[in-house]
């Protein structure tokens, strides 16, 4: 009766250390770097963005994003979807427990600036998988760092996708880049854009041969006065080709130009 007693005592304790950790009403601060967590709603931030989030129970949806320094709003209460749906895996549907909700202070031992690193943990019973939610605020800096990690038996549970048979347009070479100040000037897809010294390429995916389609491009540049391209388009084996535009001027934010937009047809 006492090794039982001892061991209730040992059970009760665990579950006061996890209850602690999860408890509404926590708060920390470093420098102009914040968390808050009131058991429902999320908040982590600087002095230039903050970032809010509901608990929900399947997961964290993100319901806020603000760049302080602009006074923009990029995310809206509206969003019901969870941050790291996946489809046949987590979705709207699944069950999460949420184990812990941490902060501290740290400084990834001596390798990264000080900063705030907050920590979920969840668990999700159905795919015997733990979660990890990290996020890391840096004073002073205008964005922040998320990193996502699965522990268990997920693998198991995971159902193929459907088949695409949507158009699509994948970028065989050149880099994507989000240019963040340009957004104040231009909407979020030019502001989101290609880039290579040389050369873009994308594959258009998923055409249908018996359809016909307008396909529009827009260049653009936010600072940039000088750089010029021309645009090519061609049948994969390169049988038809066509030239669309030679050695044109990119428009320039720098000097108050709007974006161009070129619209072709395929076939054409």
């Known amino acids: 009766m006492r090794q039982l007693a001892a061991c209730r005592g040992v059970i009760f304790g665990l579950m006061l250390i996890v209850a602690a950790s999860c408890s509404a009403g926590q708060r920390r601060n470093l420098e102009d770097a914040y968390f808050r967590f009131d058991g429902k709603r999320l908040v982590v ?38 941050d790291w749906a996946c489809y046949g895996l987590i979705d709207e549907t699944s069950h999460a427990e949420l184990l812990s909700c941490t902060a501290v202070e740290d400084d990834d031992e001596g390798f990264a600036a000080r900063h705030l690193r907050v920590e979920l943990e969840f668990y999700y019973p159905e795919i015997e998988t733990f979660l990890r939610y990290r996020i890391r605020a840096y004073p002073g800096a205008n964005g922040l760092f998320t990193q996502l990690s699965l522990k268990g038996n997920a693998v198991k549970y995971l159902r193929p996708g459907p088949k695409r048979d949507d158009v699509r347009f994948d970028l065989v070479k050149g880099k994507e880049k ?30 249908d041969p018996r359809r016909e389609y307008a396909v529009g491009m827009t ?50």
């Open 45 to 82: 931030g600087t002095s230039c963005i903050e970032r809010q989030w509901m608990l929900q129970p399947y997961g964290l949806v993100t319901v806020g994003l603000r760049d302080l320094t602009a006074g923009k709003q990029w995310a809206r209460s509206g969003n019901t979807c969870c």
């Open 178 to 207: 989000f240019d963040y100040a340009a957004n104040s000037r231009v909407a979020n897809h030019i502001a989101g854009f290609a880039y290579d010294g040389q050369q873009i390429e994308y594959l258009i995916n998923g055409l």
């Open 219 to 268: 260049w653009w540049s936010p600072d940039d006065r000088t750089l010029r391209q021309s645009l090519h388009v061609s049948s994969v084996d390169g049988e038809i080709g066509h030239e669309l535009s030679a050695d044109c001027r990119i428009p320039s934010g720098a000097e108050g130009q709007a974006p161009e937009t070129r619209l072709f047809e395929l076939p054409g």
